[in-house]
């Protein structure tokens, strides 16, 4: 089985979301499903579909800071986005690939990056509903949606993580424990170059999460690239949609 | 009335909850945080199916049970009970 392989590149929020959305709408069930491979310029937060953004971000500070700030597709928390690798994987809901049971599907395509991280010597597992673990430590936050009767899920991989940085640019709900919440979420996360102590380029972590996706679903990524009728689409909803204070400021 | 909560589901996420009630009914409600419901809009459906109940536990809950249920919702990190329990917590119980 044939799988199309995307890597855009770093690209701004905005335009991030639109490409993942894009590819979502346009998708039919003939297609070979998606594997793409992003990061983000500039750094980012996305918050969760369901979360309010003057609730959850320092909206001021990115702004200040050249931060975008942007409402993900995908429910979930908000995210800083910075040195790590975005995946986005997109097939069709009536796909023998992937399990109606939402849970299920979850484990499927994450166990894509459980195997990517094996080709980078580490040992992850897949912890429900929608993290990946190295020693306990969150190393990758994934996150699903279903829309156009299509899955597409997309999640981070982190390459280095600055926890101070993050909270800075978050809001939190009890600013007195600030300080004991960034020491816990200190302990909760890793990241790539953490756990290898050395520092890993995007190149290396991409070719390790594509034999992953291979390997995971008997298939072979064959690298292409956006359809115009993809980049046209995703064009308009980053100018409709996702650059949009109507849509970032929604809830 | 106007109130405001934050509320950590047990077993679930933190929901944040923004009321408008009036005579012990619900005239607006919004339902933010970092959970994950499936469709999507169905937190919209959820939210005006709660437009003039009573701010009373149980009915709360069947509100909220009928709406889910109607539109077959998936929730992960909130359920009925704990967005009740939340809803009262905005409206000062």
Aim: hydrophobic share 35%.
């Amino acid at each position: 089985m044939e799988f199309r392989l995307l890597e855009t590149g770093f690209n701004d929020s905005f335009s991030n979301m639109a490409i993942d959305t894009a590819i979502n709408t346009l998708h039919k069930p003939e297609n070979p499903p998606t594997v793409r491979f992003y990061g983000w310029a500039p750094s980012a937060v996305s918050i969760g579909y369901f979360q309010s953004l003057k609730e959850e971000v320092e909206d001021e500070k990115c702004r200040e800071k050249g931060i975008d700030v942007v409402r993900r597709l995908t429910g979930g928390g908000a995210v800083f986005h910075e040195k790590e690798l975005t995946y986005s994987f997109v097939c069709s809901e009536k796909s023998e690939l992937v399990s109606k049971n939402i849970l299920e599907s979850y484990k499927k395509i994450c166990n894509s990056l459980v195997l990517g991280f094996k080709h980078l010597n580490l040992k992850a597992s897949f912890v429900p509903l929608n993290d990946i673990v190295v020693k306990n430590q969150k190393i990758s936050g994934n996150a699903q949606t279903r829309r156009n009767n299509n899955v597409l899920q997309h999640g981070t991989v982190l390459m280095e993580v600055d926890v101070d940085k993050m909270f800075s640019l978050l809001l939190v709900p009890d600013e007195k424990i600030k300080g004991k919440l960034i020491e816990t979420v200190k302990q909760r996360v890793t990241s790539i170059n953490n756990q290898l102590n050395r520092k890993v380029e995007f190149s290396e972590v991409s070719k390790a999460m594509k034999k992953g996706f291979e390997e995971n679903f008997n298939a072979e990524l064959i690298k292409g690239e956006l359809t115009a009728e993809e980049a046209k689409l995703a064009e308009k909803i980053k100018k409709e949609k996702f650059s949009q204070k109507g849509w970032n400021y929604k809830r | 009335m106007i109130g405001k909560s934050v509320y950590k589901i047990p077993e679930g996420k933190l929901v944040k909850i923004s009321l408008d009630f009036k005579e012990e009914k619900i005239n607006f409600v919004r339902i933010t945080g970092d959970f994950f419901l499936h469709p999507e809009n169905g937190l919209e459906l959820i939210e005006q199916e709660l437009k003039g109940t009573e701010l009373e536990k149980e009915s709360i809950i069947q509100s909220i049970q009928k709406t889910v249920e109607k539109n077959s919702l998936d929730l992960f990190g909130l359920n009925p009970k704990g967005i009740a329990d939340a809803i009262l917590k905005a409206k000062g119980d």
